[in-house]
C-alpha cells in the first residue's frame, strides 16, 4: 500500500490522519483567537452619576416649591476607568429650553475640575437654587482636559447626565 493511500484512505481505518490534524488545526485558531482577543488592553472609558442629598438613588429633587425647597442638594460623581491619570471638568447648567444636542447651549453656573488616579472616584456635593416657576433640565457634563486645556477643543463632553426638575409656587 503506497503512503498517500494510507493517508488519505477515508473508507479505512488508516485514513485519519486528515481530519485530526485539521480538526487540531482548527482548535489551535480557535484557542489563539480567544487568547488574543481576551488579552486586549481593555478601552477606557469615564462616568459620572448623580445621587441624591442621602447618596442614594431613591429621592431626587423634581418638583421644587418656591420659598420652601428650591434649594436643594445632590451629589455627583466621576469615575475614572481610563487606566491611567486623568484630568475632568464638570459643567453645571440649568436650562428651560429643550435638549435637543449636547453640550447644550448655556454657559455653565459652576465649574469643577479635579485630576483623578486611574480607578479613583471622584464625588461632590452640589446646592442649587431655582428662583423662577417653570420646566428645568439641570445637567452635569463631564469634560476630559489635557493639563489646563480642554481636549477636543471643548467640542463635546464624553458623557453627562441630567436631572429634570419642575419649579412651582405655592398657591
Not at 493511500?5 to 477515508?10: G, Q, R, S, V
Request: glycine share 4%; aromatic share 12%.
Amino acid at each position: 500500500m503506497s503512503k498517500s493511500k494510507w493517508i488519505f484512505d477515508f473508507d479505512g481505518n488508516k485514513g485519519t490522519i486528515v481530519p485530526v490534524v485539521l480538526a487540531i488545526i482548527f482548535i489551535c485558531s480557535l484557542l489563539i483567537g480567544y487568547y488574543l482577543l481576551s488579552n486586549a488592553p481593555p478601552e477606557g472609558f469615564s462616568s459620572i452619576y448623580i445621587l441624591d442629598a442621602q447618596k442614594k438613588t431613591e429621592s431626587y429633587p423634581d418638583f421644587l416649591i418656591i420659598n420652601e425647597n428650591n434649594t436643594f442638594n445632590v451629589n455627583v460623581g466621576v469615575e475614572n476607568h481610563m487606566g491611567k491619570k486623568q484630568s475632568y471638568e464638570i459643567q453645571q447648567k440649568i436650562t428651560k429650553d429643550p435638549i435637543l444636542i449636547f453640550p447644550i447651549k448655556e454657559n455653565p453656573e459652576k465649574t469643577y475640575t479635579r485630576t483623578l488616579e486611574s480607578q479613583e472616584t471622584w464625588e461632590i456635593s452640589v446646592t442649587t437654587t431655582i428662583d423662577n416657576p417653570g420646566n428645568y433640565s439641570l445637567v452635569f457634563e463631564l469634560y476630559l482636559k489635557d493639563d489646563i486645556e480642554l481636549i477636543d477643543e471643548n467640542t463635546k463632553p464624553v458623557n453627562y447626565v441630567l436631572l429634570n426638575i419642575e419649579v412651582d409656587v405655592r398657591s
